[in-house]
């Protein structure tokens, strides 16, 4: 068992229940084989239903790898978290909150990130929630909607005014995040073109595959490109080679565009049978986008073009005009809350220039 800490909280939830303070000593007895953590075969506390709340590092890795590994098809090892938590800037002190059951497992987390993003007024650190997920035979218990009350807590106590999240309207936590108090600011579009094999154009980039040597230089791209925009638009140094290093992007599908031997652009590109998708479309200018779109869709196999996890309303413009059909809106969403009840969700909408589409978040900066 894990040494209770200041950050342990208990939480209430049922009515008329007493909050469970004490170990139970099952829990030192037997160590749950990982069937029964996930189907829920674990003895309840008696007399009410009180939830302990703990950190990262009050918890045993493996449970947090575990509810990963179930809920996302992700193997979120304890060296790539620790990896991740020296490397990533953005990600909170406690890393993220869990549920533990009476036997002193963790069955539900919530995973904070700690985000500068840039608004009408100037710089604001806000919360990026994800990770949002409970094992299989816990679930319909309340321990996520706890879990991102006390998430709600330890942010109001830092300071931090505004929580963020990415999720889709067709999922049923999405209606558990409007019940807590989280709006729409934005949608991805999503879309797609059938590739019509013409007379080739003369080429105004090369698309080579990814160097870790020139990721500087995909960072400076992209900060030139969004610096009129507002919302995700400030990544920390070294952003891009962070993101290889740590496995959170995958170097193969990165695309960096050259003309007269100088960087001037990247997309990330998957390509699978007669399908090629782009995402993360960076260059110095219009010219130049269309260009490397140009050139993935010229793939000898390639059929169809899809695009995904845009939220940047020039690049829209940019595939409408390549002739693209962009399904708007989509399922996906950008939700937003005020933790600590000092803004509506109009005034945080005005705060990121939604209505003048000044809005953005690219999908290297998605969580």
Known sequence: MRKESASTTFINLGAGSKAASHKNQASEERI?????LINGNLTRQRGGFGLKVVTYDEIEPEDAMLIDEVCFGVSTTPERVKMIRELDKRCSDYYGVYAMDDDGNAVSQVV???????TSEGWEKVAGIQGVAT???HLRRGMSTALMSRVHELLRERGIRISFLLTASSLVAHGMYVKIGYTTLATFDRGYKRIRKETKKQQHVQLRTFDVRVASKLDKLFSSQTRDRLGFIHRQDGFTAMMV???QATPEK??????GGKVVGYT??????????TNELVGTDDETRSSMLDHVERQPHARWAYCYSLCDARLSQLYLSKGYRLHEPSFGRVMVASVDGSLTGVEIAKLYGKDENRFVIYSLDCF
């Open 32 to 36: 749950p084989a990982p069937r029964d």
């Open 112 to 118: 904070v990130l700690n985000i500068d993003t840039q």
């Open 135 to 137: 094992l299989p035979g």
């Open 245 to 247: 290093k740590t496995n």
């Open 254 to 259: 990165f695309k960096v565009a050259y003309s």
């Open 268 to 277: 990330r590109v998957q390509t699978e049978a007669d399908v090629v998708t």
